[in-house]
């Protein structure tokens, strides 16, 4: 969503390096470059405004002029000012004291509402906590029905007395579930309220209404953030119409130009709580304004990574697979490549992952251009080898790579590439493993060339090449006469450098170096 506002913020930075010092000139055509950047992602006027006179104040004072880079210190107020117009911080759920915990979802019709309520429950669930979703857009055809196929597939029940579709009282179906959640012990109540395709009265007061009779510990305004200025003017109609504590964007993996999200917190002073970034029951979580900064600015998000790592992976098989790359539990196979690749997987697309890591903007066009059926391909390939080759890969011939391929309906060609990458592969991990270090990279501890023989060449000094000998017999014969006078002068020579055979008053020469008074006992 971010993408083009990521790569304008990337060029003008990328003009500010290598400067030692930046002039009036300097901050002015950044800033100018930033607020441009800034309009043409569909951030809120104001909130440009605000941004651009914040960023070149803190430009011109001490914090830029004393920096040894500029640049970075530029690009560090930019971030910072970033996460302040996002939030500031963190927001978390209030929960309540006593009693279920109540949260009322409002915003409009096609906003995701129904869809995230399931997210919201799934992942309030794996917090540890028992959610229940209620129905209360009893307008919008088959809304409740939505609702309650959302419910089963994220293993949450739905509390539905009300068929919908134009029938029955969204009020009193409120107030029924809390009274319900406490029979049944929940200790939240998510309620889906319904929408409309604009701001007007009747769904004001339909909303107004439901919060009154709920009393709600936290409402929430759910925003798609594709629909650009008319989401900061649609929340700001909410705000003062019904009041909300917390925003939640919807549809953040879209390709739209993402202006609603830098603005709405700002605007309406209400901090973004939660984000939806994909079609999944899993694709959501809190927002982190500073983690959103860092990717705009092409960062990387690599905490929200390490956290969907840590949730997704198992950490037995983790742990299987690296005694097995240290050598003590045996040697790292095709089979354990395969687990490793399927829990890859779970983390979600390769695009999505791979653009969590820093610096992975310049990479965009071909992360997004990434055949995701690639992995597939590979599964194919490695599950069309006996058990017996995938424990030993090295006993794979010709004939059976042809088997290999026919078999996974590739090519033998494309067999070739994985056996081989797979070695390489496993070979870098083995010599990480036990160098701890990146291979290749001298000076480092378990690289190659640092072993023992390197350790042994290094030891011995390089030799010379010898003195040449003249081919004429009596030069010979001279030359050699005249290194062995050399020779014998410097066996016999002193350390002082003096002819052979003189001798050398030491006490005179210790008198004429002028040493301090209480030396002369050193030379006894």
Known sequence: MFATLSDRLADTFRNLRGKGRLSEADIDATAREIRIALLEADVALPVVKEFVGAVKERARGEEVSGALNPAQQIIKIVDEELVAILGGETRRLRYAKSGPTVILLAGLQGAGKTTLAAKLAL??????????????????????????????????????????????????????????????????????????????????????????????????????????????????????????????????????????????????????????????????DLFHPD?????????????????????????????????????????????????????????????????????????????????????????????????????????????????????????????????????????MMQQMAKGGGMPGMPGMPGMPGMGKRGAKAKAQPKKGKGRRVSGNPAKAAQQAAADKDKAAASAGSNPFGLPAGEEVDYEKAAANLNLPKDFSKFLK
């Open 123 to 284: 992942w309030l669930k794996e917090q540890g906590k028992t959610p229940m979703l209620v129905a209360c857009d009893l307008q919008r055809p088959n809304a409740v029905q939505q609702l309650q196929v959302n419910g089963e597939r994220v293993g949450v029940p739905v509390f539905a007395p009300a068929p919908g579709n134009g029938v029955g009282n969204p009020v009193e179906v409120a107030k029924e579930s809390i009274e319900e959640a406490k029979r049944r012990l929940h200790d939240v109540v998510i309620v889906d309220t319904a929408g409309r395709l604009g701001v007007d009265a009747e769904l004001m007061q339909q909303a107004a209404d439901i919060r009154d009779a709920v009393q709600p510990d936290e409402v929430l305004f759910v925003v798609d953030a594709m629909i650009g200025q008319d989401a900061v003017q649609t929340a700001q109609a909410f705000l003062d119409g019904v009041g909300f504590d917390g925003v939640v964007l919807t549809k953040l993996d879209g390709d739209a130009r993402g202006g609603a999200a830098l603005s709405i917190a700002s605007v309406t002073g209400r901090p973004v709580m939660f984000a939806s970034n994909g079609e999944k029951m899993t694709d959501f």
């Open 291 to 427: 983690r959103m900064a860092s990717r705009i600015l092409d960062m990387g998000d690599v905490l929200t990574l390490i956290e969907q790592a840590e949730k997704t992976f198992d950490q037995e098989q983790a742990a299987k697979a690296a005694g097995k790359l240290f050598g003590g539990q045996g040697e790292f196979t095709l089979d354990d490549f395969l687990e490793q690749m399927q829990q890859v997987r779970k983390l979600g697309s390769m695009s999505k992952i791979m653009g969590m890591l820093p610096g992975m903007g310049q990479f965009r066009e071909q992360l997004e251009n990434f055949d995701e059926r690639e992995i597939d391909r590979i599964q194919a390939i490695i599950q069309s080898m006996t058990p017996a080759e995938r424990a030993n890969p090295k006993m794979i011939d010709g004939s059976r790579r042809l088997r290999i391929a026919k078999g996974s309906g590739r090519t033998v060609t494309d067999v070739n590439a994985l056996v081989d990458r797979f070695f390489e592969a496993r070979k």
